[in-house]
């Protein structure tokens, strides 16, 4: 079982409407959870991260963690065209020598 | 946020030759800098923790005599691909965390170096 699982994808979302992407973890212990979003050829930029329970909100992003269900997700309202780019879902445990583990990605795709 | 400055941000070199890539930390200290590679479509591989003032630690499976690691000050990590072959091609990207903040686990990211090695 890989230790953060998202779905590759390529999630197809209409330009306007909310895109939805998923993120399960193995280890019970983590306590940081990041979403990057990663345009091809560039490398990843941190457009949210949460450390608690519940929902993050931060303009058209949120974040939504449950940690009993090991489950963090991130929510795009208004989805624009440039939003279509990988999204990386990463975690990280309590320790700060932590690493970061990073899923392998899913691909949006947002049409006009 | 941070800024991470990776230079360069591509290179074309010949198998055999070595490559050094620079990593520095703009406008914060950083005592911890990581070292990741990318595969086309793939997720990131880290590769190895770079600690300033000692030695690398390397993920299994890389080989710290191929990718020799430098962290020699709070602001500058260099990763140098000595005898590079075609399969060192790849996409490698350098992070910096934030220490002294108030969580201490955000990574912010370099541009990435696009290594070709023909």
């Known amino acids: 079982q890989k230790e953060v699982e998202q779905n590759s994808g390529p999630l197809s979302v209409p330009e306007g409407a909310i895109a939805s992407l998923n993120c399960t973890y193995s280890d019970r212990g983590s306590q940081s959870f990041f979403w990057y979003r990663q345009y091809s050829g560039k490398s990843p930029e941190l457009i949210m991260f949460?450390?608690?329970?519940g929902d993050k909100e931060d303009g058209r992003f949120t974040a939504q963690l449950n940690k009993a269900s090991q489950y963090v997700s991130l929510l795009i309202r208004d989805s624009q065209p440039s939003d279509s780019a990988t999204y990386l879902c990463?975690?990280?445990?309590?320790?700060?020598?932590?690493?970061?583990?990073f899923g392998s990605g899913t691909r949006l795709s947002i049409r006009p | 946020g941070a800024v991470v400055s990776q230079h360069p941000s591509w290179v074309i070199c010949k198998s055999g030759t070595s490559v050094k890539i620079e990593c520095r930390s703009l406008d914060f200290q950083a005592t911890t800098m990581f070292w990741y590679r990318q595969f086309p479509k793939q997720s990131l591989m880290l590769m190895a923790t770079s600690n300033e003032g000692s030695k690398a630690t390397y993920e299994q499976g890389v080989e710290k005599d191929k990718f020799l690691i430098n962290h020699a000050s709070l602001t500058l990590s260099t990763l140098t691909v000595t005898s590079a072959h075609p399969e060192d091609s790849s996409f490698y990207i350098c992070?910096?965390?934030?220490?002294?903040?108030?969580?201490?686990?955000?990574?912010?990211f370099g541009q990435g170096t696009r290594l070709t090695v023909v």
């Open positions: 949460i450390y608690s329970n």
């Open positions: 992070s910096a965390r934030v220490t002294g903040s108030l969580y201490d686990t955000e990574a912010f």
């Open positions: 990463a975690v990280k445990g309590y320790s700060s020598a932590s690493k970061i583990i």
